[in-house]
């Protein structure tokens, strides 16, 4: 029996993604609370959402719509971790797992974006 996104290799990385993220920013001075911090969670938290809101759709436009605000979540969460270093929030050796874990999901997400063979109309 399929479960649907839970399945999705993709969707589980992202959410380890999204657990990595709030660990990290958790260490993050209290002025960051409304900025940096919560800017990354919510970018984090959309690229799994994203997928299960695509994949709860059942229609392959809409999916790989919702997949590619998925993709750019990750490129947003993305730019936040790499600004995170030079600010002194975070040192480049707590980013690098997570800096690869978004390069595979963004391998994942436009192979199974090419996989649906659709187009966005957006």
Request: no cysteine; charged share 25%; proline share 2%.
């Amino acid at each position: 029996m399929t479960q649907g996104y839970r399945d999705l290799v993709v969707w589980q990385q992202a959410m380890n993604v999204a657990v990595e993220t709030y660990r990290l920013t958790s260490a993050f001075p209290k002025d960051e609370m409304f900025g940096l911090t919560s800017q990354m969670r919510r970018a984090a938290v959309s690229i799994a959402s994203n997928i299960a809101e695509g994949e709860g759709r059942k229609s392959r436009n809409e999916f790989s719509h919702f997949l590619g605000i998925a993709l750019g979540s990750k490129s947003e969460l993305e730019t936040q971790i790499v600004l995170s270093e030079p600010v002194n929030l975070l040192k480049t050796s707590e980013t690098e797992s997570i800096k690869k874990s978004l390069d595979d999901i963004w391998k994942m997400l436009t192979a199974l974006r090419r996989k649906l063979g659709t187009r966005d109309k957006t």
